[in-house]
């Protein structure tokens, strides 16, 4: 059975993670640090002290064998593309399965944020992601993708505080009002937390809303080997 260490900013995320990957032969060990998020506005926050963070817990976690380590932040998730490689055990990103499918995909996307403060580097890994390196071995950006990035305001203060009920009602209005106003683009619910809130717009209006934990699944078990029970 293979160990998933799974690295969190905030604890609503074990529960997600948990139930997506039930089904499947692996056993999951949290940690959770949420002062990232809580520093994030200070004066002198800055990315350094996100790599320093990230890279010491990423040891650590890996030191605590794990065999792998999947990243549910996506405020985190921004600087793995560095650290990632200072441990020895495979780390994937919670966007990382939506990056690959936008890479596959032509569509135009809108990448939904609760959290300001993660918009600028996830974009920076969306950009980067859709790099594709041409037959001459030289990178141009692919066409096969537009993003823009929008954030609902007022909603990721709900869910730090603890007010799950009213962080899901307020994204899922937030979603499926962008998703209406923009018919012809392919929305996605960038952060983990919002996953819960783009399934019930997908159940209740027919409308396809992406999500990190959409395609988590599929994409562990081709990248970890990962085995349904």
């Known amino acids: 059975m293979i160990t998933i260490g799974c690295f969190h900013a905030h604890y609503s995320n074990i529960a997600l993670i948990e139930e997506t990957l ?6 999951l060990v949290h940690y959770v640090d949420p002062g990232l998020d809580r520093l994030k506005h200070d004066a002198d926050f800055n990315d350094v002290i996100i790599h320093e963070k990230v890279a010491q817990t990423l040891h650590w976690i890996a030191e605590c064998h794990a065999d792998a380590i ?12 560095q650290e990632a490689k200072q441990v020895l055990v495979p780390v994937i990103g919670i ?3 939506l990056l690959q499918e936008m890479r596959r995909v032509s569509e135009e996307y809108i990448i939904v944020f609760t959290n300001p403060a ?10 980067q992601a859709l790099q594709q390196e041409d037959g001459s071995g030289q990178l141009h950006v692919s066409q096969t993708a ?13 869910i730090m505080r603890g007010d799950q009920q009213g962080y899901l009602e307020a994204v899922r209005e937030g979603l499926q009002q962008i998703a ?9 619910a960038a952060q983990l937390s919002m996953a819960p809130a783009a399934a019930q717009v997908t159940a209740e209006t027919g409308i396809a809303i992406h999500s990190p934990l959409a395609l988590l699944a599929e994409y562990l078990e081709k990248n970890l080997g990962v085995v349904r029970q």
């Open 118 to 127: 993660t918009i600028e580097g996830t974009m920076a890994r969306v950009n």
């Open 95 to 97: 966007d990382d399965p």
């Open 22 to 27: 039930a089904a499947y032969e692996v056993e």
């Open 70 to 81: 999947l990243v549910t932040c996506t405020l985190f998730a921004t600087v793995l593309g």
């Open 146 to 158: 537009q993003t823009e990035a929008m954030c609902i305001p007022g909603t990721f203060e709900l």
């Open 180 to 188: 209406e106003n923009y018919p012809g683009k392919a929305v996605v």
